[in-house]
């Protein structure tokens, strides 16, 4: 063997890992399927690192923005991919937007550069016996991703995300919603948003005449309708089909009037630090901005805050929640890492985060060290927490980094500030780590 670790894909992640690995003096093959006659259906290029959709980082804004906290805490881990999006920005307010073909040529051009990497034009359809990160991303080979499905078993890769909206549990009003369970079964474990009928009737028209985000060509034939159909169409289906379905009211006593509401909206904790609330059966197809308009009339979320709205997109991911241990090591054969969107975070950054620390884990591993993971409290080890453990195994659907996957800071703040207590407790806890690991010569 010729490497000493194996990369599958040279997207974010997978390009992210292997410079990680090769500066750490470990020797890479990067096997990338783009430029050996295979190709994704979103992807128009053979580079390396290439951004399939929008050109943007998100924000860069480190002290009030969970995403921008997360580019400084990469570029302090000598991230190739934001040194690569710094040195090709175009202007974009506080955003983080680059020119993409001078960035992925950039990624690309590094890489080979690299006298530890060597980038293979090779489409790989099984798992390897040898160290390996797989970050073949939402749109995996299917070969590759049927010998994932085997390994992992039955249901463990999903092959569409179907989100429903998740709120931050703080912003949803109490005083109109309350906690129950159906007909009063275990703990009073969900928030019930309560709906009259003329608040119902309302909600449905508004979800009939609410704005659409379109299918893809190469999504369209996906069939996604039986487990999972969006809110709209059952809501065009007729107007008592959600009130037969997601939100039926009956055995709910709702404490502020002893009846059960006409109809009502459901909302299930998400992370095991209870920051995180999905609205159950809530999948949708509604444009973003459409979906803050409409959900907000529903009692008790008027001021609701969302960590991340809805979707319904092809993507390919895993429950590793269930399937990874804390250094992203497929529990079941620990030869092999994951890194990237395959294991459920979502976004070109985080992604690129991922495959950065799952690279800083196998290069600890192959000098006998045990790289400790980040701490919750910064970005990173909020993300590589949330996907590793503290997501809800049984509702894990992909998530952008966001303050919720935080523990919260003490006391109550006005928003700005809480959002700085966030961020200076992060930096602190951020430095304190690498302060440590360095020592340890872990990273
Ligand atoms: C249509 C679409 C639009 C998106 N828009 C956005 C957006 O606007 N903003 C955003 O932040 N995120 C967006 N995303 C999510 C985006 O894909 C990820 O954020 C990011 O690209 C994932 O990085 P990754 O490295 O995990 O996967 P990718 O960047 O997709 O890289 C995976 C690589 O693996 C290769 N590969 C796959 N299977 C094999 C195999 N069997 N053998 C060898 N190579 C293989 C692929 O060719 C690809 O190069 C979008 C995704 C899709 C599908």
């Given at each position: 063997?010729?490497?000493d670790?194996?990369?599958?894909g040279?997207?974010?992640?997978?390009?992210?890992?292997?410079?990680q690995?090769a500066?750490?003096?470990?020797?890479?093959r990067l096997?990338e399927?783009?430029?050996?006659?295979?190709?994704?259906?979103a992807?128009?290029?053979?580079?390396?690192?290439?951004?399939v959709?929008?050109?943007?980082?998100?924000?860069?804004?480190?002290e009030?923005?969970?995403?921008?906290?997360?580019?400084q805490?990469?570029?302090?881990?000598?991230?190739?991919?934001?040194r690569?999006a710094?040195q090709h920005?175009?202007?974009?307010?506080?955003?983080l937007a680059?020119?993409?073909?001078?960035?992925?040529?950039?990624?690309?051009r590094?890489i080979e550069?690299?006298?530890?990497?060597?980038?293979?034009r090779?489409r790989?359809?099984?798992?390897?016996?040898?160290?390996?990160?797989?970050?073949?991303?939402?749109l995996?080979?299917?070969?590759?991703?049927?010998?994932?499905?085997?390994?992992?078993?039955?249901?463990?890769?999903?092959?569409?995300?179907?989100?429903?909206p998740?709120?931050?549990?703080?912003?949803?009003d109490?005083?109109v919603?309350?906690?129950?369970?159906?007909?009063?079964k275990?703990?009073?474990?969900?928030?019930?948003?309560?709906?009259?009928?003329?608040?119902?009737?309302?909600f449905?028209?508004?979800?009939i005449?609410?704005e659409k985000m379109?299918?893809?060509?190469?999504?369209?034939d996906?069939?996604?309708?039986e487990?999972c159909?969006?809110?709209?169409?059952?809501?065009?289906?007729?107007?008592e089909?959600l009130?037969?379905?997601?939100?039926?009211g009956?055995g709910?006593?709702?404490?502020?009037?002893?009846?059960w509401?006409?109809?009502?909206?459901?909302?299930?904790?998400?992370?095991?630090?209870?920051?995180?609330?999905?609205?159950?059966?809530?999948?949708?197809?509604?444009?973003?901005?459409?979906?803050?308009?409409?959900?907000?009339?529903?009692?008790?979320?008027?001021?609701?805050?969302f960590?991340r709205?809805?979707?319904?997109?092809?993507?390919?991911?895993?429950?590793?929640?269930?399937?990874?241990?804390?250094e992203l090591?497929?529990?079941?054969?620990?030869?092999v890492?994951?890194?990237?969107?395959?294991?459920?975070?979502?976004g070109?950054?985080?992604?690129?985060?991922?495959?950065?620390?799952?690279a800083?884990?196998?290069?600890a591993e192959?000098t006998?060290?045990t790289?400790?993971?980040?701490?919750?409290?910064t970005?990173?080890?909020?993300?590589?927490?949330?996907?590793?453990?503290g997501?809800?195994?049984?509702?894990?659907?992909?998530?952008?980094?966001?303050?919720g996957?935080?523990p919260?800071?003490?006391?109550?703040?006005?928003?700005?500030?809480?959002?700085?207590?966030?961020?200076?407790?992060a930096?602190?806890?951020?430095?304190d780590?690498?302060?440590?690991?360095?020592?340890?010569?872990?990273?």
């Amino acid at each position: 063997m010729s490497f000493d670790v194996q990369i599958i894909g040279g997207g974010l992640a997978g390009s992210e890992a292997a410079w990680q690995l090769a500066e750490a003096g470990l020797r890479v093959r990067l096997s990338e399927m783009r430029g050996g006659g295979d190709t994704t259906p979103a992807h128009e290029t053979d580079r390396l690192a290439e951004m399939v959709c929008s050109n943007s980082f998100r924000s860069d804004d480190a002290e009030h923005n969970a995403v921008g906290l997360l580019h400084q805490e990469m570029r302090d881990l000598g991230s190739l991919v934001m040194r690569c999006a710094d040195q090709h920005r175009v202007p974009a307010g506080s955003a983080l937007a680059v020119d993409r073909e001078a960035f992925a040529s950039e990624v690309t051009r590094a890489i080979e550069q690299n006298p530890n990497i060597t980038i293979v034009r090779e489409r790989v359809d099984s798992l390897p016996d040898h160290p390996t990160i797989i970050a073949t991303g939402p749109l995996t080979g299917s070969a590759l991703a049927e010998a994932i499905a085997a390994q992992t078993g039955q249901g463990a890769l999903a092959f569409f995300d179907a989100i429903a909206p998740i709120v931050h549990r703080d912003s949803v009003d109490m005083d109109v919603a309350w906690m129950a369970a159906r007909w009063d079964k275990g703990g009073k474990d969900y928030i019930n948003c309560p709906l009259d009928k003329a608040q119902y009737d309302d909600f449905i028209a508004a979800l009939i005449d609410g704005e659409k985000m379109p299918f893809k060509d190469w999504e369209k034939d996906t069939p996604y309708f039986e487990g999972c159909m969006p809110i709209e169409v059952m809501a065009e289906r007729g107007p008592e089909t959600l009130r037969y379905g997601p939100m039926k009211g009956v055995g709910l006593d709702n404490p502020r009037t002893g009846r059960w509401p006409y109809a009502v909206v459901q909302l299930r904790q998400d992370n095991a630090l209870g920051t995180l609330w999905n609205m159950v059966g809530f999948q949708t197809k509604l444009k973003h901005g459409e979906q803050v308009r409409i959900f907000r009339t529903i009692p008790g979320l008027e001021n609701a805050e969302f960590a991340r709205l809805g979707g319904i997109h092809r993507n390919s991911f895993i429950n590793s929640p269930k399937l990874l241990d804390r250094e992203l090591r497929l529990v079941s054969k620990p030869n092999v890492r994951f890194a990237g969107q395959i294991t459920g975070c979502e976004g070109y950054v985080e992604s690129a985060a991922i495959g950065l620390i799952a690279a800083r884990f196998a290069v600890a591993e192959s000098t006998g060290n045990t790289l400790t993971p980040p701490p919750a409290e910064t970005a990173l080890g909020a993300l590589l927490g949330h996907i590793t453990g503290g997501a809800d195994a049984e509702t894990f659907q992909p998530m952008n980094v966001n303050f919720g996957l935080m523990p919260p800071p003490p006391g109550r703040a006005r928003k700005a500030d809480r959002k700085k207590a966030y961020t200076e407790r992060a930096r602190g806890a951020f430095a304190d780590w690498l302060a440590s690991a360095r020592e340890r010569e872990t990273v």
